[in-house]
């Protein structure tokens, strides 16, 4: 249907006549006279509907509406100091498509509980839809940059037979009589596309059944993965580095005001982001108290303080080989830490894992058979270090983890449209 968005009407002349399609917000009445409050994907605006423009019954039925009524209003613009957002639209015509039931469950004041039994109605408010656009607009500026640097996108599939990160996170199903699983990740079959296309990604979801309840686990999130041919610890960490700064900078000039409605005191940051060894980061956080044992992972909390240590965006490299999975390549100067690194983000902690794989088959045989995995599982992965295999880098990246940091979420359910945790399957 040819219509104007409500974004657009505050650029109108006094007088231009537009068509509005959009839903119902608030209906007022002041004698003679309504005043809808109109919303639709771009915003809202003021619709005057006048008793004498309209026949009676046509008046009646406006003055009676629900919230989230859907309508058409063919109008004019007026230009009124009074008006929010300086204009309004003087109804000529307006056009019932739906009346809403009486009983939109959102309202001021329901509870949280309430607001995720209705998120397919509440995703309509203005800030939820704001927060859908930022989502929308952070996905398509890193595809973009991807493309633009060189990278191709390769589909992955999402039912598999073998583990990537260990198998207390996996959701089993039954696949025709056979055990198989949501895949936890889709490194594995990039670093399968390397070999044809060299420079890969993935934007897809991720399944994990992580058990218990925090502010930065779903059990379904978007998982941005990146993998390269012919690279190494340190260019992808360059890699990492380049594609948040770049990709966080072009948001906020394009943006930068939705993302600020919602967490005022967001701004890009800046490259380069600090780079310190797992040994450097225990040393840093024994000087405040925390002590970790020499091979312990770090958790979110003490994530969260070496940011505030460091005082930004910090890479953590070189990890024990006990805190990551078998296909990390070990350091060659110092067999018991792998190339791998972490990029940890202020207010949430963990954004970006990524590293060296080892591209040699005797080592990954060996590590698979460490971890105690049978290596009948992953033939097909250890097939790519059989023929011509090559040095290769990659990294995941949490799509909702980072909205969490740039619009400084209380938790990471509120970064997709419908979450998946341990406690919520619906809707
Ligand atoms: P964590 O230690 O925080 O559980 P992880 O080390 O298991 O994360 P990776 O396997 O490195 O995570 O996955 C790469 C990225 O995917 C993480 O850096 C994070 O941004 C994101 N991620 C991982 N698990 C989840 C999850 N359950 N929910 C949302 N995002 C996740
Ligand atoms: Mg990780």
């Known amino acids: 249907m040819e219509k104007n968005y409500i974004g657009e009407v505050f650029s109108k002349n006094e007088g231009e006549k537009v068509k509005l ?31 004498d423009k309209l ?15 859907s ?48 998120r397919h109605l509440s995703i309509r408010s203005r800030k939820f839809s704001k927060l859908l656009l930022i ?43 056979k055990k198989a ?14 070999f044809s296309l060299e420079k890969v990604f993935t934007l897809q979801p991720s399944f994990r059944a992580e058990k218990s309840k925090t502010r930065r686990h779903l059990t379904e999130f978007w998982h941005l993965e990146v993998e390269e041919a012919w690279c190494d610890l ?33 701004s890009p940051p800046q490259k380069p982001f600090k780079r310190i060894t797992y040994d450097e980061a225990i040393t840093l956080l024994s000087r405040e108290g925390i002590q970790i044992e020499w091979g312990s992972d770090l958790g979110a909390d003490e994530e969260k303080i070496l940011v505030n240590i460091v ?18 390549k070990p350091d060659p100067q110092r067999n018991e830490v792998v190339l791998s690194n972490d990029l940890l983000f202020p207010k949430v902690g963990e954004i970006i894992g990524g590293g060296e794989r080892i591209s040699d088959y005797d080592v990954l045989l060996r590590r698979i058979k460490e971890e105690g995995y049978s290596p009948e599982d992953y033939s097909w992965y250890l097939d790519l270090r059989k023929y011509g295999s090559v040095p290769h880098a990659g990294f995941g990246l949490g799509i ?19 979450p998946r945790t341990i406690s919520r399957i619906y809707p």
Request: one cysteine or more.
């Open 234 to 266: 340190n260019g992808i960490i360059n890699l990492e580095e380049a594609i948040v700064a770049d990709v966080l900078r072009e948001l906020d000039s394009k943006i930068g005001h939705e993302i600020r409605s919602i967490n005022p005191n967001f």
């Open 181 to 194: 699983y949501l895949t936890q990740s889709s490194q594995f079959y990039l670093e399968a596309g390397i």
């Open 311 to 328: 005082g930004g965006p910090v890479f953590v490299t070189h990890f024990p080989k006990s805190t990551r999975a078998f296909y990390h």
């Open 71 to 118: 309508v058409i209003v063919e109008g004019e613009v007026r230009r009124d100091k009074r008006a929010p957002g300086g204009v309004e639209i003087l109804a000529q015509k307006v056009v019932v498509v739906s009346a809403s039931n009486k009983d939109f469950p959102i309202r001021k004041g329901v509870s949280s509980k309430v607001l995720g039994d209705y």
């Open 400 to 418: 909702e983890r980072i909205l969490v940091y740039i619009l400084d979420l209380p938790n990471i359910k509120f970064a997709v449209p419908f």
């Open 55 to 69: 026949d009676p019954a046509g008046f009646d039925e406006i003055k009676g509406l629900g919230r989230e009524s």
């Open 21 to 51: 399609a959009g839903w119902v917000h608030t209906v007022a009445s002041l004698g003679k006279l309504l005043f809808i409050n109109l919303r639709d994907s771009s915003g809202f605006v003021q619709v005057v509907v006048k008793k």
């Open 135 to 177: 989502r929308s607009e952070l996905l398509r500026l890193f595809r973009e940059w991807l493309i633009r640097n060189g990278f191709r996108e390769f589909s992955c599939p999402t039912l598999i037979t073998a583990a990537c990160e260990g198998g207390a996170t996996l959701f089993e199903l039954n696949y025709f009589g």
